[in-house]
Nanobody, 117 residues
């Protein structure tokens, strides 16, 4: 499976962005991770093919993950963005349900989100 992420950009604090990730084929569990400069990659949100989803506490209430199985696409709607949300955002696919990046088999190339204060 190949994943193509898009939608990143520069936004002011309090603003919104919507990330998209298109898969080349059917996927089961999809996740979004992010990595800030000098920090480790961290889990953001995950969603099952059924639509069941889980979001990290750090973004819960501000970020929403969703998917469109017909178009093999997963989205990350990000609202009320903060400077600490800045980083490269990666989508990933896994047959396992997990918040651990090591459990994900396929990764997109990353899309940069920059939030200015």
């Amino acid at each position: 499976v190949q994943l193509q992420a898009s939608g990143g950009g520069l936004v002011q604090a309090g603003g919104s962005l919507r990330l998209s990730c298109v898969a080349s084929g059917r996927t089961e569990n999809m996740g979004w991770f992010r990595q800030a400069p000098g920090k480790e990659r961290e889990f953001v949100a995950a969603i099952r093919r059924s639509g069941f989803r889980f979001t990290a506490d750090s973004v819960n209430g501000r970020f929403t993950i969703s998917r469109d199985n017909a178009w093999n696409t997963v989205y990350l709607e990000m609202n009320n963005l903060k400077p600490e949300d800045t980083g490269d955002y990666y989508c990933a696919s896994s047959n396992a349900w997990s918040t651990q990046s090591a459990r994900y088999d396929y990764w997109g190339q990353g899309t940069l989100v920059t939030v200015s204060s």
